[in-house]
């Protein structure tokens, strides 16, 4: 029986790649010295699974950015704009271009639109497609991956994107085609890869279809069974391992199996019961093999030993052991690398550790787990699997996890507490008249630049060469200087800057009970961009204020508003791990309650406009569309319940980004916000046509520059979004901000872009005049 990885996590244990491309974006370090810490973190990775015995080792799932633009580029889809830049600057600046955009000498050129990748916190860089697309093998990536790994004897198994899973996770630019129309052109283009491939001794490839997760229309599942039908004409002796994960197949089970691949791959820890249907089914064809993804890509917890033995052996009884692969449930990417670089015990108890396994951890689960289920278990394994059973039944009694109170709050939870004292029609009133605002009011999302110096504070107050009163004392002069630039720059509703976070989760987390933290549990959420997510392992109170304090200061040092800034319970559970042992809608509501009394201290406290950030809410969003009205109506009711504890005149805000709205314009809606800021403008706004069926009720300020990019827009440009805006919102609703946190930017361009953007919502004004 052979143990199957989808993918391990790339950005090396210690963030090697992050550091490494953030250096070179500076011009502080060469093209060379980039290019050798990715190579140096491939074959770490190659060298370690091969140690831990993984017969189906991946590559290709190194990126230096990101896996969906290699792809783009390996087929040969760049945009036009692109064009120019690509005939003086090398393959790696184009690369990065198209993923941050790029101004150089006279070059200026915007990046590509990034979206959540699935129902995760990963971020992809959405493809591009016209009518006459043009594809052809541009980069061999892929090949020279696999010809690297063999440099050190290892056959591995080249993971690619399916070509119908890229082609709809990719937008059109033009008109009066689908995009899925275009396979055909496309799958030559595989076809050449394949070709390579097998020239240098690859017999099985990955082929992810993660949209088989998806409802799929007729047409969407003709293009899978072609393409799968094509490939294995051209290449009957290729073996295919077809990798599903996030979901069941659900209605495409019967399309999927009637494939010719030779691996089906199953995510069986989003999905158990599929293995039933599947081995019930009859339908899968006498050779092919399954491949049960049992150990979860997605989270931390140690594997259920016992519960995922009784899956194999289901398995092994109806296939036979030659049939069964044993895998992790998904690519590791969605993991932090090692546990065993958790050694602080402040941060991460003992206790909580023995419940929990990362990437390296995983893989040894999966090599283990083998072991126990073929009956070659070495004293290592039977070890191993006592201590798996112990530390799983100690989970399920250990007193820090459950606390009476929290959860006899969660029961009594009325009607009433997830409603405003009054309609928005009345409070918009109230709200008008105490904050007195002008037409297009401008804000911020929330954070300012995370300078080198913020975060060196940050880490020598960590380590305790800062005394809390020093480290106070920098942060309120920080704090005090951005107050100033808002106000010289007339900027209508301040913020603070948040530059004691160091994330917008973890610094919610480390005050809340039933957090725990790691010191290095990175995650890549985009680019160099790593997220270290919480831990969720008990029952969720808040012990005392948490950022009445910081919002308390800046108010003090200005007449003009300042917004409180919070993360909103959905937000906080999904760049989380959660806990698996309780529903995540009651973790949630715990959560939930946690903010509301947040929300009504800071109320207290002075503050009229209280910001809670909703980012994540559309990737929470199950992916198949019969599940999605459970979540949305337990997901809102949470958001609703932390904001609904204030008086009428206080102006509860949120923002999001990063996602498609359309499709849930009813249910943000019903968030009842008072104001919504929301990423726009990387789309040039197209998410507002959802607007002109719709009529939002509330207040509403679309992102008019993208953050992600280090380019500083003109007011021109952005008066331009916002007459877009203006042609399908009410320009009494209208507010003027950024498209998310400026904390990943420098000050220099910040200042920029920001007074821009100041002078495009006065000529806003004075164009509003002019009507009048
Ligand atoms: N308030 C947060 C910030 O400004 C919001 C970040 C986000 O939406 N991801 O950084
Ligand atoms: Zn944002």
């Not at 109230?430 to 504070?457: D, H, M």
């Not at 106000?487 to 994330?503: A, K």
Request: hydrophobic share 40%.
């Amino acid at each position: 029986m052979k143990t199957n990885n989808l993918g391990y996590p790339r950005i090396g244990s210690n963030r090697e790649l992050k550091k490494a491309n953030e250096l070179y974006w500076a011009g502080k370090i060469t093209t060379e010295a980039l290019l050798k810490t990715g190579e140096k973190i491939r074959l770490e990775n190659w060298k370690l699974q091969a140690a831990i015995g993984i017969d189906f080792i991946p590559s290709n799932d190194f990126s230096f950015y990101d896996q969906v633009l290699d792809l783009s580029l390996t087929v040969g889809a760049i945009p036009e704009r692109y064009h120019e830049f690509a005939e003086t600057n090398s393959f790696l600046d184009l690369y990065f271009a198209m993923a941050r955009g790029a101004q150089k000498n006279d070059q200026d050129v915007v990046a590509m639109e990034m979206t959540k990748w699935f129902d995760t916190n990963y971020h992809y860089i959405v493809p591009e497609f016209t009518k006459n697309q043009k594809f052809y093998l541009f980069s061999e990536k892929v090949v020279d991956e696999f010809k690297e790994a063999k440099t050190i004897g290892i056959t591995s198994k080249p993971v690619l994107i399916g070509p119908v899973s890229y082609l709809l996770l990719g937008k059109e630019k033009e008109a009066d085609f689908h995009r899925i129309d275009l396979l055909d052109k496309l799958l030559p283009v595989y076809f050449e890869i394949i070709t390579k491939l097998q020239c240098e001794g690859a017999s099985e490839i990955q082929f992810d279809e993660p949209f088989l997760a998806l409802n799929l229309t007729d047409l969407e599942r003709a293009a899978i069974v072609k393409t799968y039908n094509q490939i294995h004409k051209q290449f009957p002796t290729l073996k295919i391992q077809l990798a599903n994960y996030f979901d069941c197949f659900g209605n495409n089970i019967e399309t999927a199996l009637s494939l010719p691949v030779d691996t089906f791959h199953l995510d069986l820890v989003r999905c158990p019961l599929q293995l039933d249907d599947i081995l019930e089914s009859n339908l899968l064809a006498p050779n092919t093999k399954i491949s049960l993804g049992v150990v979860d890509g997605r989270n931390i917890w140690k594997n259920d030993f016992k519960k995922s033995l009784q899956l194999i052996q289901k398995a092994i009884d109806a296939l036979g052991t030659d049939r069964v692969l044993i895998g992790t449930s998904c690519s590791l990417i969605h993991s932090p690398c090692d546990l065993d670089l958790e050694t602080n015990e402040e941060n991460l108890s003992t206790e909580v550790k023995q419940w929990l396994a990362f990437a390296k951890q995983k893989i040894e689960e999966v090599v283990v787990l083998r072991n126990l289920a073929t009956n070659e278990i070495t004293e290592y394994d039977q070890a191993q699997f006592e201590a798996n059973t112990v530390a799983n039944e100690k989970r399920k009694t250990a007193t820090i996890i459950h606390n009476d109170a929290v959860k006899n709050r969660v029961a009594s939870i009325e009607e009433n507490d997830s409603k405003r004292n009054n309609p928005f029609a009345v409070r918009s009133i109230q709200q008008a008249k105490s904050l007195q605002l002008p037409l297009f009011p401008t804000t911020t999302i929330g954070s300012f630049p995370q300078t080198p110096e913020v975060r060196s504070w940050r880490a020598k107050f960590k380590k305790g060469d800062l005394s809390t009163k020093e480290y106070d004392a920098l942060l309120k002069k920080e704090t005090e200087e951005t107050i100033r630039f808002q106000e010289q720059s007339g900027i209508d509703v301040l913020v603070h800057g948040e530059f004691e976070r160091n994330d917008m989760v973890e610094y919610f987390g480390e005050q809340l009970a039933g957090f725990a933290f790691t010191k290095n549990g990175w995650v890549q959420s985009y680019g160099s961009r790593c997220v270290k997510p919480p831990v969720i392992y008990g029952d969720v109170s808040r012990p005392s204020p948490m950022t009445v304090k910081w919002a308390e200061y800046a108010q003090s040092l200005t007449p003009k508003w300042v917004k409180g800034m919070l993360t909103g319970p959905v937000t906080i559970l999904q760049w989380s791990f959660v806990r698996d042992d309780q529903p995540r809608s009651t973790t949630c509501t715990q959560i939930a309650l946690a903010i509301r009394d947040e929300v009504v201290d800071l109320e207290k406290a002075g503050i009229k406009i209280i910001q809670i950030d909703e980012p994540a809410i559309r990737e929470g969003l199950p992916l198949q569309k019969e599940e999605w009205a459970n979540y949305l109506d337990w997901a809102i009711k949470a958001f609703r319940i932390s904001a609904s504890g204030v008086a009428d005149d206080t102006q509860i805000h949120t923002h999001m980004c990063y996602s498609e709205f359309n499709d849930i314009i009813q249910n943000i809606a019903d968030m009842d916000a008072d104001v919504i800021t929301i990423e726009c403008s990387r789309s040039q706004m197209e998410l507002l046509d959802a607007f002109a069926d719709f009529k939002y009720p509330n207040e509403i300020g679309p992102g008019v520059y993208d953050i992600h990019s280090p380019r500083v827009p003109s007011n021109d440009e952005m008066v331009n979004l916002l007459e877009k805006a203006a042609s399908v919102i009410p320009i009494k609703q209208l507010w003027v901000n950024p498209d998310c946190g400026l904390k990943t930017r420098h000050w220099d361009e910040t200042k920029k872009a920001l007074i821009e953007m100041v002078k495009a919502a006065q000529k806003m004004r004075v164009a509003a005049l002019e009507v009048v």
